[in-house]
């Protein structure tokens, strides 16, 4: 399973229209396939939409897109509206669960970690032993190191039902000591940013 994960900063005072015209285009492009979410930035940088495709592989990617740009209602009309786009696609960790439409937060944390080269498959063991319990607490939405992208990065995204929800059950995941795994040597650095879904979005 892979993800892209496709951000754009748009200008100030747009997400609104924004929105309004991506949903109403979304109506004609899930028939090639479906979002995994669309959300935007509520703290950390501002005026960003990120929307996540799920895929089976790149070969997938590829056809779907093809079939979806011949569609004349896609893309959605909101180029005037974006400033810079990014682009990642996501190796997903096999031993999290694919996410599933439904109430997940509706407070979402996506952590961004840049890696020392070559340690990913050392990162991803410790997760495996230790996510089972995490998630116990609170659910992973999805997590993997990007393939294309940042160069050596890894990312991980949660659910909380609100912020008081997120302080709680990361302090009872380190009282604990189940969370964070051990041996976080590996990291370079690491960022963070709190996002909400759009009313269309499969996970809310």
């Given amino acids: ?34 979002l995994t979410a669309f959300w935007h930035t509520e703290i950390g940088p501002l005026n960003q939409i990120i929307h996540v495709w799920g895929y089976k592989d790149l070969a997938e990617r590829g056809r779907i897109r093809a079939e979806a740009a011949k569609d004349a209602n896609w893309p959605p009309k909101i180029s005037e509206f974006i400033r810079a786009m990014n682009v990642e696609i996501v190796n997903a960790f096999d031993f999290v669960p694919v ?4 109430k997940m937060g509706p407070v979402i944390e996506m952590r961004y970690y840049t890696l020392k080269g070559g340690s990913l498959p050392e990162t991803a063991k410790r997760w495996e032993a230790a996510i089972p319990e995490r998630i116990k607490l609170s659910p992973v939405v999805f997590a993997g190191g990007i393939e294309f ?9 949660w659910a909380y039902s609100d912020m ?3 302080m709680a059950i990361r302090n009872e995941a380190r009282q604990k000591g189940i969370w964070p ?9 690491q960022e963070t940013k709190i996002v909400l879904p759009a009313a269309f979005s499969p996970l809310q």
């Fill in 181 to 189: 795994p051990p041996g976080g040597g590996n990291l370079i650095s």
């Fill in 99 to 102: 996410p599933t439409p439904g």
């Fill in 149 to 157: 992208g940042r160069a050596n990065g890894f990312v991980h995204v």
């Fill in 164 to 166: 008081n929800q997120r």
């Fill in 1 to 34: 399973m892979i993800y892209e994960i496709r951000t754009y900063d748009i200008g100030p005072g747009n997400l609104a229209e924004v929105e309004k015209r991506f949903g109403e285009a979304y109506e004609h492009r899930k028939k090639y396939s479906p």
